[in-house]
């Protein structure tokens, strides 16, 4: 069985029940050693505004508030609201996995074992030591898809109890990860706080969760409209001006239709419509 603490998690993949000899480390009882980025609960909502199942939202609602759960008490190590990766196995390949794998911020991460846990066996080196603002926000924004649905189905105590935990964590995001100088959110140190200065795509990530405050939100419009930003084909996943930028490798300068998507969304919910159609109509345009 696996250790109490990996109760409620939703693997990123299924692997096999008996693995092939050229990949033995698969074998499902030790793997998958990591999550699924908290996206299920908006992507659910999604699927329910086309098709209006309320039998769907019926039988999956308590499992993802438990996956909700799962990643509150997984994944936000200090209990402030503001989470990070990590991976059962102890590889941190595996913890990037989570997230954006090779983004420039996660470059020097390192897992450890839960901070607020006795040593022993079921707290491994698990945890990383970087805190993110894609999947902080991601995970917001799923809490706001998990109060919607509660609500339409009348169940007003979940959607309490998960508006509480996004109005924790978006409040966190705003007074911890939140950079003036940069233009958008930022990774941090775990254990210090302090902001680790590789501004990316996941930065910009809290527009759709709708965290950042009018006048942040009008900071990252700029941001995003800046040479640094605004490349023929938008929006890279790390600044240009970056030195470790490299348009031709994954998460660390290419462009990805999806999180463009989600940050024209995001730039729209704030009245920025003229930037958000052309980041759109860019990625959509035919190179």
Partial sequence: ??????????????????????????????????????????????????????DLLGSGLSALESFHDWYWRERDVTGMGLVGVGAYSGDVQHARYETYDHEVDL?????????????????????????????TAYLLLSELSLVRMATWLGDQA????????YSKGALAMRTHMWSPRQGCFLSIHRDSLKPIPAATVGGFMPLTARVP???????????????????PLPIPTVARTNSRFLPSEFWRGDTWPAPNYQVATGLSIYGHHTLAARIADATLAKP
């Fill in 213 to 231: 405050t009018i006048a942040q939100a009008a900071a990252m419009a700029s941001t995003l409209a800046s040479s640094a930003w605004a490349t």
């Fill in 107 to 135: 470059d020097e991460l390192k897992l450890t074992p839960h901070p607020g846990r006795p040593a022993g066996p079921e707290n491994g080196p698990w945890y990383g030591d970087t805190l993110i603002p894609a999947n």
């Fill in 158 to 165: 979940m959607a309490a109890r998960r508006r509480a935990r």
């Fill in 1 to 54: 069985m696996k250790p109490q603490s990996q109760h409620g998690m939703v693997a990123n993949f299924m692997a096999p029940f008996d693995a092939p000899p050229e990949r033995p480390g698969k074998q499902w009882r030790t793997f998958p050693a990591y999550s699924q980025a908290p996206l299920l609960a908006w992507g659910m909502e999604r699927v329910y505004l086309r098709n209006r199942d309320r």
